[in-house]
């Protein structure tokens, strides 16, 4: 069995986040991290790698700083790691991204592709459904569970305060919850196995049956209007009562805004 598994690496949001100047962010100027939900698909991977013997590659798009993401990768168990970075491919949004995912994804051999359902970042979960259209294979979204019965995945796809079970045959696309699992630890062998790994590293001229107007930020149909670090909010009311106005003058406003 081969499986793909997709990620990124995102800003560390308690660090704060930067943005340039066209309003998108700022990557190279802030702490990363691996994006949470696909860390859980990686977990799943790396699990029926245990149970199965399976190969798992791990794809990321970013700027070359995000080859940090594939030797974490690397380092919890992962066998190999390609990166994709062009300058032609800065700026993208959902569109171009998968665009560019699925153009890197066509070079490679695969039975099941797993990403995250969103990124915390964007927070679309447009990505890995569209990755899946780009290469006409299923896509089951929402994964809280899944396990492999003979060449088909079988998920249980989380839908408001229950699942639905799905089945479907590979090769096909998973996106996962990040309470899919508890990702594993790196170890101290594979964080040196990690350091010594040859990353894959793809650009433009690489990616397969991608045409050059739907990449970057050109090829991106999404426009930010504005973007901005935090919501600023006003000082409030602040009032001086006793106890017992304290509570009456509560109570009017959760009646007057139809709280109670």
Known sequence: MKIVVCVKQVPDTKG??????????DRSAMLAIMNPDDKAGLEAALRLKDQYGAEVTVVTMGLPKAEEVLREAIAMGADKGILVTDRV??????????QTIAGAIRNLEYDLIITGRQAI?????????????????????????????????IVERQFDDRYHVLK????????????????????PG?????????????????????EDSNLGLKG???????????????????VALDPTESVDYIMDKLLTRHVI
């Open 121 to 153: 970042d964007g927070d679309t979960a447009q990505v890995g459904p569209q990755i899946s259209e780009h290469l006409n294979i299923p896509v089951i979204s929402y994964a809280q569970n899944l396990k492999i019965e003979g060449d088909s995945v």
């Open 168 to 187: 479907a045959k590979m090769p096909c696309l998973v996106t996962a919850l990040a309470e899919l699992n508890e990702p594993r630890y790196m170890t």
């Open 220 to 238: 991106s149909p999404t426009q930010i209007a504005k973007a901005s670090d935090k919501v600023r909010k006003g000082a409030g009311e602040k």
């Open 89 to 98: 491919l800065g700026g993208a949004d959902t569109w171009a991204t998968s």
């Open 190 to 210: 594979g964080i040196f196995d990690a350091y010594d790994a040859e990353i894959t590293v793809w650009g433009r001229a690489n990616l397969v049956d991608v």
């Open 16 to 25: 704060g986040v930067k943005f340039n100047p066209d309003g998108t962010l």
